[in-house]
């Protein structure tokens, strides 16, 4: 660590980061388009123009050495002139789509003019370039190159994460473009992570476009339960004025298990993730009544897609009534699964494998009983196909279920990912179906407290 000294400040930085990342950990901004962590330096956009005491010009942030006892000036005036300087070139030829740009509110450009601008632009509207708009790039990334400010994050993503190298810079000067490289459309598996990194309205995603204002949007942290990576992710949700709660979107959350990105399988799988809403409360309480008379005769079948609390509670359950309790984790799929790239794509398609298998649950279902109430939050209940039963009672997530219950999303709760890392995923909004944890409750006439000492075995 070394100290450096910022508008006459001292702060300690890592001598070895960078100059962006490093004073953004002390909550200074230097305002930047090409820059991204997971993609290095470039060097072309020059947003992050400083004044460094003792160098006779302005240095790019991103590309210069930090030293010890190094002096830099971001809130000088010429460090701001030269900010206006580089916004009003951006400004240029940008379009005023503001009003109709999914980006609005989350977008670099338009923070940095109302920060660091705030003047009238010296190009009217009627001359300004017109460009390409609404182009189809595949995998539901649209391009508007009139919106571009050509930081090349897009180009440098293809190259560096995914290594597919679909996009390229083509012409020269005034007349560079993003590209499809030979003309072939992106096809990878974390294609929505280039409208994330765009720091503009260039890259939108067909399948949010126009759906909601993002400041509308209420987001919350979460972890990812499309397979068992347990990537860290903010959902986006709105409940609009009588109208029940709606998730919107998945966006990556940084962490250290998945860094900045998501698959997009995960990314898209919000949408079997809404609030299905189906009174099943008669018939809860028919299966209570049951379990307090034949309860002995049931067995348990709880699939690894349920948190470690769901699991806990559903070993007391199996207790009170004297109730076979077994494990099905076996969601392997071995096409899911990445070769090259950012790898964030495990086999096995459940999050919480590792967990049920550290509770001591029992796999062995060549015991069980031909009577089973299964638990499972997922699309569907495909695995019970591979068991033989005589009567069978889901508990779930998704409209195949006897009893609807709670999804992932819409409760706090606990899991073990692939590297047995301790993944808290918190629920978006109170869903319209009851909880697993409120159903074992009625089932056995209390609340289930969860015991804490359990997750410190796990940490």
């Known amino acids: 660590m070394v100290e450096i000294i910022v508008d006459g400040e001292k702060f300690s930085v890592n001598e070895k980061g960078n100059l962006i990342t490093e004073l953004k950990k002390h909550n200074i901004e230097i305002p930047h388009f090409c820059y991204h962590e997971a993609l290095g330096v470039s060097g072309n956009c020059r947003m992050c123009l400083i004044e460094v005491v003792g160098q006779k ?52 450009l338009q923070d940095y003019y109302m920060k660091f601008d705030l003047q ?12 390409g708009k609404r182009e189809d790039l595949g995998s539901l990334v649209i391009h508007d190159e009139e919106r571009c400010v050509l930081c090349r994050r897009c180009v440098r993503f293809t190259q560096i994460c995914t290594q597919t190298n679909e996009l390229a810079v083509g012409g020269r000067g005034e007349h560079s473009h993003i590209m499809l490289m030979n003309g072939k ?11 994330d990194i765009c720091p503009v309205g260039a890259m939108t995603s067909a399948d949010f476009r126009f759906k909601k204002r993002v400041w509308h949007l209420q987001k919350t942290p979460a972890i990812c339960q499309g397979c068992e990576k347990g990537c860290a992710i903010w ?6 004025k009588y109208q029940d709660s709606k998730i ?22 919000y949408k079997d993730e809404q609030v299905i809403k189906r009174d099943d409360s008669a018939k809860i309480s028919a299966l209570a009544l049951d379990l307090r008379t034949n309860g002995d005769q049931y067995d348990i079948l709880v699939s690894s897609s349920l948190s470690i609390e769901e699991m806990s509670a559903l070993k007391i359950l199996a207790n009170e009534f004297n109730m076979g309790l077994y494990g099905f984790s076996d969601f392997r799929d071995e096409s899911f699964k990445d070769e090259i790239g950012l790898k964030l794509r495990v086999p096995n398609k459940t999050a919480n494998r590792v967990g049920l298998n550290k509770l001591g649950i029992d796999r062995n279902l060549d015991k069980k009983s031909k009577n089973l109430i299964v638990f ?31 999804s ?12 047995e890392k301790l993944r808290f995923s918190k629920g978006a909004f109170e869903p319209l179906s009851p909880k697993i944890c409120d159903i074992i409750a009625e089932f056995i006439g209390r609340r289930v407290e969860f015991d804490m000492s359990i997750l410190k075995a796990f940490a």
Do not use: W
């Open 185 to 195: 459309k992106i096809d990878n598996p974390y294609a929505g992570n280039i409208v």
């Open 57 to 108: 010009r302005p240095q790019i942030a991103c590309d210069t050495p930090i030293k010890e006892g190094m002096e830099i000036k971001i809130n000088s005036e010429l460090t701001r002139a030269v900010q206006r300087g580089i916004l009003e070139l951006e400004f240029i030829n940008h379009p005023l789509d503001c009003p109709v740009c999914d980006q609005a509110g989350e977008c670099d």
């Open 120 to 131: 009238d632009s010296k190009v009217s509207l009627a001359d300004k370039v017109k460009k």
């Open 235 to 240: 959902i986006d949700s709105n409940k609009a």
């Open 376 to 406: 499972h939050l997922g699309r569907d209940f495909e695995f019970i196909n591979k068991f033989e039963f005589d009567n069978l009672i889901k508990i779930g997530s998704n409209s195949y279920a006897d009893i609807v219950c709670a």
């Open 408 to 419: 992932s999303y819409h409760r706090d709760g606990h899991t073990l990912n692939i590297d």
């Open 248 to 269: 919107y979107r998945f966006r990556p959350r940084e962490s250290s298990v998945n860094g900045y990105f998501i698959c997009d399988y995960g990314r898209y799988s």
